[in-house]
């Protein structure tokens, strides 16, 4: 083994090593709070490692990886669609952050499922809601997580000199075993030390590009190869019309509120954070991030055409940055891809071990030494799950599949989970949204041309009218909601 592989392999473990510790002293918060511990920390994040958990989870696989492919293939469109994110998140927690994590705690929920359902009262209808939530998030978020997996797989090779598919067994097997020693307290945890990564990965990433070029030679050269990177007749692959990449704007708004593996963040803060200082972390942290795409672009208009549009940074990191450096920014995104796929973990197997099984037992009674090994066990399972899958998975463009399984998934629950917060519908209306919100973006994202966030926007505005629609309907005086 030579110098730098054994250096990158000593990088590896040693930042794999730092997660896993984290992990097992997160445990003593689990072993203290049992399920409520598991599942959102015990209600324990600070500011600055709750922020910066959404910001790791938002940005993820997704900006190292998704994004610059996306830019490398579209142009300067994505780009622009890129820089919607960080306004959006940093409106959505301070606006609603403080409210979720309050009326949650009222409701005594641990969960996003749990919290839908909550809202609209108890009964067999309010299970119903609870069990199909589990089943869309568990189907949904799996969807996102082979996505990740495959990120993995793409930079990680390259880094270790194995596989793809090697490289994945090993970075889910370490995944895996932090996120159920620790759950979400050493998600979180970890996405503290993994963001500081993730911002001085992007920072070289960019510097090395404009010490190369400079921006106007790189919209030149661009232009050059192709002026429908630079000046698009349309908002492709976002909409038909040039302003569809604003509409990123309300879709990462909702995505930040009502994703389980985004929103269960806000429910895991504790309650004297001040959430100007978590607006704080967002915003910086948000804003350095949003630069990554830049990369794709630089791909395009300087390197060899590319196989895969979504191995644009490490194409560029391997052009650009001499072999140690380009290590550490390597380690730098994977450390993204990690943070996401960790948050998605914990998200699947939560609703498969808790919601589910609520959904469907509703009067079992587990003790906590039980409850907390089937939270593990569901961890373990949907791991494997997702290697498989992924082995079987036709191929794909990353930000597409992202977007298939979380826009899929918030056109299903935005409306049953914000609505009520100005006007209280019942159990059926949630229901109805649900599953009309699914079935709208799922059909639209496969069977249409209307554009990537186009779809899931219109499967949330028909959600919000089926849960007014229906929820008029039933209403009756027995049935008014949760209060």
Known sequence: MDNLLLFNWSLLLGSSGLLVYLGVRANRLVQGNSEAGFLVAGRSLG?????????????????FIGSPGAAYQFGTVELLANLMFAPAMVVSVAVFANFLRRRAEKLNTLTVPEYLAAQHGEGLPNRLIRGVAAILTICLLMVFLVGQLKALGLVASGLLGVAPQTSIYLLVLIIIAYTMIGGMAA??????????????????IVLAIFRETSLT???????????????PETGRPYGDSRLSPFLVFPYAFLFTLSLPYMANRLLSFRRDVRIHRVVITVAVLTCVLSAVPIAGLYARAYLAPLAD????????????LNPYLGALVSIAVLFAIKSTASALLHAISSSASYDLRQALFPNSRLSSERTLYVNRMAVIIAGTSAVVALTYAPPFLLVWLGILGTGTLLASFSASMLIPAVWQGTSYGALASILTGCC????LMFYSTVGWVVGPLVGCLL????????SLLTKTNSESGAQ
């Open 187 to 204: 998600i979180a945890w970890s996405n503290g030390v993994m963001v500081i990564g993730m911002a001085i990965g992007a920072v070289l």
């Open 463 to 470: 959600s919000a009218f089926t849960y007014w629609f229906v």
């Open 309 to 320: 549009p979504d191995q644009a940074v490490v194409a560029v990191v391997h052009q650009l």
């Open 47 to 63: 500011p600055v490692i709750g922020g910066a958990s959404v910001v790791a989870t938002g940005f993820s696989g997704w900006a």
């Open 440 to 443: 709208v973006t799922g059909f």
């Open 217 to 231: 030679d790189l919209l030149f050269q661009l232009r050059a190869l192709d002026p429908e990177t630079v000046s």
